[in-house]
Each structure stands twice: as structure tokens, then as C-alpha cells.
């Protein structure tokens, strides 16, 4: 019998959830006949139930239900409150106080609920905003990679909101083999730019490790031009990287130049792929640039939050960036990206880095 009772209460839930009209108006039935027994209760001894405790009903229908169903639930209960109020008296001044206050908290929540831009009640507009960061997030997810390899990322949101217009989406082929990672960064930044990462993200993740770096570069171009919106472009860096032999490719797009770590003159150069951002016009112009990474060697990948400021420009960025850089990794290639991301002060654009190191162990499990 309980495990029934929970089995129903848990469907409930998850209709109300949807925020479909069904599981709309059972909340709303819920509340009504929640205030109707407080209207009873209130008519029976009001020092019980005054008019200031119907304001708990207002608040829990601004939480629960969308505009048009708390639009019925607050007039239900205003008219029970103040119907409650008259039948037990005379209208006094403290009541006069009580009234007015209860008419402005109606007209506060109405307004409230009819600037939500989903149409829904704010817990679940956060649960939506919940699950975009974590698909986003799980779009990012790097595969494991063979012994001697290592790959990690760090990424703060603008203002510290958890949602950002950075995003990285990677793929390892079936013989993990080789290794494939876009790194890419919308027009936008922090909450406004998490719908259009996501969408990109999904056709992004869609064609990794199918086609060419090229052929890869000029679909995501169709992809954004196709959207014919003046902000949906994107500065964007994608490497390919043979895990046997360590022979990488770096395509770029607008991005900030790739960095190189080289364990033998310990130091960090600046790679030469340039390029156009994408979503601009129909054929970008994009450089490759390749190379082999050695024992101990390492990539480093970041979007221009990370290099740039309303005080300092891209070349003065990129030369903080290698002198913190070269700190971070000198004490070993784990946690070197937080090491980093970590010194980088909280701005208005969103920041992200991905490094991507060849141990010592690579060649000697591969020799």
C-alpha cells in the first residue's frame, strides 16, 4: 500500500515537473482546497488563522504554478483572506494595514511570475537552467586516455554564475588511437550564452571525430551562419593529437594562440595557427599548424577571457599567461589548469583552459 501511495506521489511530482497544464491545475486544486480549510478554520477562530497567514499560500502558489494558474490561486485566496477578516470584524487600522499589504504582495508576485521568460514557476526555471549546465558540462567530458597521457580543463562562468559561453566537446576514436578536442567560445558570455553553447555543443559533438579538422571548421561556419543572427559567431581551436606518435594538428579559429610547453628549454612558445572566427563569413580563412609532442612536452588551449582585460591587451595577456603557466606545470601536468585558472581575477567574460601533456611514461609504454 505504501509502496502505491509513494508510487503516485512520485508521478505527481513528475507531472508538476513537465509543467504541463495537467499537473498545473492538481497543484492548483491542492492550494485551493488548502486555503479553502484555512478559510474555514479562520471563520471558526481567526486569531488562528488570520489574514497574515494566507500569505504562506501566496508564496507557495508563486513557487509552484505558472502565471495563469497563480493568477486563479491568488485571487482564491485573497478573497478568502480578506472575506475571512470581515466576517470575524470590523475593519480597524491595524486591518486596514493588513489589507494593503496583501493587496501589494498579490500585485509583487503577479508581476513576478509574468516576467518569467520560460512560463514557469522559478523552481523549475532553475531546474531547467540546471540541466543545461550539465548537459553542457557532460558534452565537455574528456575520454580516458591511454597510459602517459594526460588531459584536463578548468572553467569559471562570468560574474561566478555556473553557465558560460566556453565550452569544450572531445572525442577518442575506437582504438584509442586519436584524439580529437574542440575548445570553443560564443559571442556572449556567463547566462546568456549558455542556450546558444548548448545548441552548438550538441552539432559539434555530433561531428567530431567523423570528418576532417577542415571539413569540421566549415560545417560549424554553415552551422552558425545558417542561424543568420548578428551575435551568433564564435571564436573556436580544434587538435588532433596520435596518441602513438605524439604528431599533433592545430586548427584555429579567431582563437587565442595555442601555447606549447617544451620540457627542454622549459618554456612555453606560442603556436602560429591562425584564423578567422566562425559564424562570420561563408569561408574563413584558417592556418594549420603541426607539430610532435615529446616526452614531457605539452599543449595549452584558453579563450581570450583568460588573456585579455579592460587594463591589459592580447600580447601583454599571453605573456602573464606563460610566466603563470610555467609555475602551474612546473609542479607536475595534474591540477596544473586550476593552478592557472586560479590566479586569473573574476572579470566580465567567461575563462577556460585545457592542457593537454604527453608524460614520461608515454614513450617508455610505447617503446
Not at 497574515?52 to 502558489?61: A, Q
Not at 475571512?84 to 489589507?99: E, F, K, Q
Request: glycine share 10%.
Amino acid at each position: 500500500m505504501s509502496s502505491s501511495a509513494s508510487r503516485y506521489v512520485r508521478e505527481r511530482v513528475r507531472s508538476w515537473r513537465t509543467g504541463s497544464s495537467a499537473g498545473q491545475r492538481e497543484v492548483l486544486g491542492l492550494l485551493m482546497a488548502g486555503v479553502a480549510l484555512s478559510f474555514v478554520v479562520s471563520v471558526a477562530d481567526y486569531d488562528v488563522v488570520p489574514l497574515t497567514s494566507y500569505f504562506v499560500w501566496l508564496i507557495l502558489g508563486m513557487l509552484l504554478l505558472r502565471f495563469r494558474y497563480l493568477a486563479v490561486m491568488t485571487t482564491w485566496t485573497a478573497v478568502a483572506a480578506v472575506a475571512a477578516m470581515l466576517i470575524d470584524g470590523p475593519v480597524t487600522g491595524p486591518r486596514s494595514a493588513a489589507l494593503v499589504t496583501l493587496g501589494i504582495a498579490v500585485v509583487l508576485i503577479l508581476f513576478q511570475s509574468s516576467r518569467q521568460r520560460s512560463g514557469l514557476p522559478s523552481p523549475l526555471s532553475e531546474a531547467l537552467l540546471h540541466e543545461l549546465r550539465v548537459r553542457l558540462q557532460a558534452q565537455g567530458t574528456i575520454p580516458l586516455l591511454p597510459t602517459g597521457w594526460h588531459v584536463e580543463s578548468a572553467m569559471i562562468a562570468s560574474h561566478g554564475v555556473g553557465y558560460a559561453g566556453d565550452f569544450l566537446v572531445a572525442d577518442l576514436d575506437d582504438d584509442g588511437h586519436r584524439l580529437e578536442m574542440v575548445l570553443v567560445d560564443v559571442c556572449g558570455k556567463g547566462l546568456g550564452a549558455g542556450p546558444q553553447a548548448l545548441q552548438f555543443a550538441g552539432a559539434l559533438g555530433g561531428l567530431i571525430g567523423s570528418m576532417p579538422p577542415a571539413d569540421l571548421m566549415a560545417a560549424a561556419n554553415r552551422f552558425l551562419l545558417r542561424r543568420r543572427l548578428d551575435d551568433s559567431f564564435a571564436t573556436a581551436v580544434h587538435v588532433r593529437v596520435d596518441l602513438d606518435d605524439g604528431r599533433y594538428s592545430i586548427t584555429s579559429a579567431g582563437h587565442p594562440p595555442a601555447l606549447r610547453w617544451e620540457a627542454d628549454t622549459d618554456e612555453w612558445h606560442i603556436d602560429n595557427a591562425r584564423g578567422m572566427a566562425i559564424g562570420v563569413v561563408p569561408d574563413p580563412d584558417l592556418t594549420v599548424s603541426e607539430g610532435v609532442l615529446r616526452e614531457g612536452d605539452a599543449l595549452l588551449f584558453y579563450t581570450d577571457g583568460v588573456v585579455e582585460s579592460r587594463t591589459s591587451d592580447l600580447d601583454t595577456g599571453i605573456d602573464w599567461l606563460r610566466l603563470v603557466a610555467r609555475e602551474a606545470i612546473r609542479e607536475g601536468a595534474v591540477g596544473s589548469t586550476r593552478r592557472m585558472i586560479a590566479q586569473i581575477e573574476r572579470g566580465d567574460d567567461d575563462r577556460a583552459v585545457l592542457l593537454l601533456s604527453r608524460t614520461e611514461r608515454a614513450s617508455k609504454a610505447r617503446g
